[in-house]
Nanobody, 127 residues
Framework: QVQLAESGGGSVQVGGSLRLSCAASGPAFSTYFMGWFRQTSGKEREFVAAIRSDGGNTYYADSAKGRFTISRDNALSTMYLQMNSLNPSDTARYFC????????????????????WGKGTLVTVSS
């Protein structure tokens, strides 16, 4: 069983930056495919970014490319999302996700095939 806890959310102005963290407790963090999703009220949770278990490959939604960077530190059992050039459309609750297998094709279609979720951290971008 893996427990995930997000932190780092908050309020920021347009053009600002935030760094989200996802701390994992439980065994075998380094074997999990990890990622970030986000959700706004009334909408389905959507894929933002993902990273392979060894950190060797990263994947991004079009909305995140060039602005967000996903990374992980397996020694600390922590994943990060550096978000730059934030705009109001990035306002959402951001969720950490983990899967025992490589699930990119499922994740880009929606919140599918996720083995573990965090409770989320709220990001608000104001103009």
């Amino acid at each position: 069983q893996v427990q995930l806890a997000e932190s780092g959310g908050g309020s920021v102005q347009v053009g600002g930056s935030l760094r989200l963290s996802c701390a994992a407790s439980g065994p075998a963090f380094s074997t999990y495919f990890m990622g970030w999703f986000r959700q706004t009220s009334g909408k389905e949770r959507e894929f933002v970014a993902a990273i392979r278990s060894d950190g060797g490959n990263t994947y991004y939604a079009d909305s995140a490319k060039g602005r967000f960077t996903i990374s992980r530190d397996n020694a600390l059992s922590t994943m990060y999302l550096q978000m730059n050039s934030l705009n109001p459309s990035d306002t959402a609750r951001y969720f950490c996700a983990a899967a025992k297998l490589f699930r990119l094709s499922a994740w880009v279609r929606g919140p599918n095939a996720v083995d573990y979720w965090g409770k989320g951290t709220l990001v608000t971008v104001s103009s």
